[in-house]
């Protein structure tokens, strides 16, 4: 049976507060991505960190996801959306979240993100988020509508090759 590997494909560390992080230029040879985001948001409490690929702004997103703190959980869906809002950032604690692109070079499907992460004051949020376009993932974007990113946050983009 083969095994996985993983190759790191593009770091990017915030050196100013940023609204957005892109990552272009992303090579069609693997079979997954993996996203992993380790950081906070400049001010303010807890928001998302939203995906887009490709730069796509269309209605072209979907996204579910189960959300507990402790004591609580909840779960939210949204569809027909300009991102897939998936991951969990905040500005007091940081935060990280792994995203994985499932066959994101395939040009015939839909592609999949399961996302997982943790605020660091035990509130945890598992997605699954879908964009509706059958084109191959070259680039990914993450942002937050509301603040921007803090200066020391990191992404970090793997791909995942069977050998």
């Keep these: 049976m083969p095994t996985p590997t993983y190759n790191c494909i593009a770091t990017r560390t915030v050196e100013t507060a940023a609204a957005t992080i892109t990552i272009e230029s992303i090579p069609a040879t693997f079979t997954d991505l993996i996203l992993i985001v380790q950081g906070t948001l ?92 059958t084109n191959a993932i070259n680039s990914i974007s993450i942002y937050n509508s509301s603040y921007t990113f803090a200066v020391g946050t990191t992404l970090s983009l793997y791909g995942i090759k069977a050998e």
């Design 42 to 133: 400049s001010s303010g409490g807890t928001g998302s960190a939203e995906i887009r690929v490709n730069g796509d702004t269309g209605s072209n997103y979907s996204a579910t996801q189960l959300d507990g703190g402790g004591s609580t959980a909840a779960s939210y869906r949204d569809r027909n959306t300009t991102s897939s809002n998936i991951g969990i950032l905040r500005s007091s604690e940081q935060s990280n979240s792994i995203f994985h692109f499932q066959n994101y070079a395939n040009t015939t499907t839909y592609k999949t993100i399961l996302a997982r992460g943790n605020d660091g004051l035990g509130y945890i949020r598992a997605a699954v988020g879908l964009w509706r376009n």
